[in-house]
């Protein structure tokens, strides 16, 4: 079982940065890949970026060159940083988990933990 928690969502100005932590419970973390959802109201859940357990990383082509995720492992935590942000970029940022997604990183079907979810609001 592992358990997410979320952090970091705040109120920024356009064009400023955040970084969202996922803490993540569990001793074998390590062996999971990982990925931010967002979901902006009215809308569906979205991919943002995946990792996976070598360290691969993915992102949804849009946010490519503004957003990067990384993992410290160490620490058991996943990190979003979102630079360049966008009033486009508000929603709730969820984290989520999986032992094993293939190629499928960007579906949310396929993701078995999920943390709570941190709002990040970007004003104009």
Request: charge should be positive; aromatic fraction near 12%.
């Amino acid at each position: 079982q592992v358990q997410l928690v979320e952090s970091g969502g705040g109120l920024v100005q356009a064009g400023g940065s955040l970084r969202l932590s996922c803490a993540a419970s569990g001793r074998t973390f390590s062996s999971y890949s990982s990925a931010w959802f967002r979901q902006a109201p009215g809308k569906e859940r979205e991919f943002v970026a995946a990792i996976n357990r070598s360290g691969d990383r993915y992102y949804v082509d849009h946010l490519k060159g503004r957003f990067t995720i990384s993992r410290d492992n160490a620490k058991n935590t996943v990190y979003l940083q979102m630079n360049s942000l966008k009033p486009e970029d508000t929603a709730v940022y969820y984290c989520a988990a999986a032992l094993d997604v293939g190629g499928g990183y960007y579906n949310t079907g396929l993701y078995n933990y999920w943390g709570q979810g941190t709002q990040v609001t970007v004003s104009s």
